[in-house]
C-alpha cells in the first residue's frame, strides 16, 4: 500500500471521477466548497500533483487546446485507485485524534483572570453561532439542491459536533462561574 496524506487523498479524490488540470481542479474545489473541510491552498495544488505523479498514482500528459496554451492533464492509475480505496477506509473506520488549538486555551487558561476566560469562552460561543448559521444554511442549501447524502454529511457533521462543543462550553462557563464564586 502507498500511504498518502489527507491533502494527496484530497486532490486524488477529485481526479476519481475524471482526469483534471490544475485550474481545473481549483475550480471544483471553490464549487464543492472543500476549503470548508479541507486544509487546501491553491498554491499546494500543483506541488501535491507533482507529489502524486512521483508516487505513480497520476500520470499526466499534454493537452493542446485551440486557441490557448497547452495544459497538463492528470488521470488517476489504478494505483491511484486502490490507494484511494484504501485511504477512504482508514478514514472511515477509525476516529482519530484532533489537535484542536482550542485546547492550548483550556491548558494555560489559568494565566487569565475568571473573569478574562469567560469573557473569552462566551466570544467563542458567538463566534461558533456564527459558524452554526452557515452550516445550517449550507445544509439547508444541499438538501434544497438535491444533493447525495454524503455532501450533506459533510455540512451536517460539523454542525453537530459545533452544537455540542457550544454546550459544552456554556456548562464550563457555569463550572468556572460557580468555583469561582463570580
Same mark, same amino acid.
Given at each position: 500500500m502507498v500511504r498518502i496524506l489527507d =491533502?494527496?487523498?484530497a486532490v486524488l479524490g477529485l481526479l476519481y471521477e475524471e482526469p483534471q488540470y490544475g485550474y481545473q481542479l481549483e475550480k471544483t474545489i471553490e464549487g464543492w466548497g472543500m476549503r470548508n473541510w479541507t486544509q487546501i491552498g491553491f498554491s499546494s495544488i500543483y506541488y501535491v =500533483? &507533482?507529489?502524486l505523479e512521483k508516487k505513480e498514482l497520476v500520470e499526466s500528459k499534454m493537452e493542446k487546446v485551440k486557441g490557448k496554451p497547452s495544459r497538463k492533464v492528470f488521470t488517476i492509475t489504478e494505483l491511484g485507485r486502490q490507494t484511494? &480505496?484504501?485511504k477512504i477506509t482508514d478514514l472511515l473506520s477509525w476516529n482519530k485524534k484532533l489537535i484542536s488549538p482550542f485546547d492550548l486555551g483550556l491548558a494555560y487558561l489559568n494565566y487569565l483572570e475568571p473573569p478574562e476566560v469567560i469573557e473569552c469562552l462566551e466570544n467563542y460561543v458567538e463566534s461558533a453561532n456564527g459558524r452554526i448559521k452557515f452550516l445550517e444554511s449550507s445544509v439547508k442549501m444541499q438538501e434544497e439542491l438535491?444533493?447525495?447524502y454524503y455532501v450533506v454529511a459533510l455540512f451536517s457533521r460539523p454542525l453537530a459536533n459545533l452544537k455540542?462543543?457550544?454546550e459544552w462550553v456554556k456548562e464550563f462557563i457555569e463550572k468556572i462561574k460557580e468555583e469561582e464564586n463570580i
Amino acid at each position: 500500500m502507498v500511504r498518502i496524506l489527507d =491533502l494527496e487523498a484530497a486532490v486524488l479524490g477529485l481526479l476519481y471521477e475524471e482526469p483534471q488540470y490544475g485550474y481545473q481542479l481549483e475550480k471544483t474545489i471553490e464549487g464543492w466548497g472543500m476549503r470548508n473541510w479541507t486544509q487546501i491552498g491553491f498554491s499546494s495544488i500543483y506541488y501535491v =500533483l &507533482k507529489k502524486l505523479e512521483k508516487k505513480e498514482l497520476v500520470e499526466s500528459k499534454m493537452e493542446k487546446v485551440k486557441g490557448k496554451p497547452s495544459r497538463k492533464v492528470f488521470t488517476i492509475t489504478e494505483l491511484g485507485r486502490q490507494t484511494m &480505496k484504501e485511504k477512504i477506509t482508514d478514514l472511515l473506520s477509525w476516529n482519530k485524534k484532533l489537535i484542536s488549538p482550542f485546547d492550548l486555551g483550556l491548558a494555560y487558561l489559568n494565566y487569565l483572570e475568571p473573569p478574562e476566560v469567560i469573557e473569552c469562552l462566551e466570544n467563542y460561543v458567538e463566534s461558533a453561532n456564527g459558524r452554526i448559521k452557515f452550516l445550517e444554511s449550507s445544509v439547508k442549501m444541499q438538501e434544497e439542491l438535491g444533493a447525495p447524502y454524503y455532501v450533506v454529511a459533510l455540512f451536517s457533521r460539523p454542525l453537530a459536533n459545533l452544537k455540542t462543543e457550544i454546550e459544552w462550553v456554556k456548562e464550563f462557563i457555569e463550572k468556572i462561574k460557580e468555583e469561582e464564586n463570580i
